[in-house]
């Protein structure tokens, strides 16, 4: 179980890596983009459909490695005020159903992608991408942080540090 443990934190660290290289080469990109159309009035096409893709690999790639380490935004405005035993239920039930609705959203995310794929679902625009290829990340990115949420809800079960931050 603990090598289990260990591939899904190497697998989130490096999808973290991933969308912090993928925002560098966004600026990189607007950048030059920018430079291009200021200076020689010729502007680079691509950029803006590749930046939208970045904008949704970010955070699909992302959002477990932040919930591994309580990064997302979290109001304690109840749970502050509660007992420990109370913050450790609170946390508990949250986890588990924020997992579920990550499971949902992965699972439909499948679906979609599944049938974008059969469609052969191609995104009109200037690099004609195949669209199963841009959705593909939404189940990847909800699925891995449903897990997270999932191993944040056994964690609080057994004992363990409280599930969720607040």
Known sequence: MRALHRALDLVEDAFAVIAGC???????FVSIDVTSRYFFNAPLTWVFEVTEYILLLVPCLGMAWLARGNGHVAIDIVT??????GKLLFGLASSVAVAAICGFIAWWGARVTFESFQAKAIIENVLQTPQWLVYLWIPV???????????KAVSAWSGGMPAASG
Do not use: H, N, W, Y
Request: with cysteine.
């Open 22 to 28: 993928l925002l560098i080469l966004t600026v990189i």
């Open 80 to 85: 502050s005020r509660l007992p420990a035993r």
């Open 141 to 151: 990115g909800f699925g891995l942080c449903g897990i997270e949420f999932a191993r």
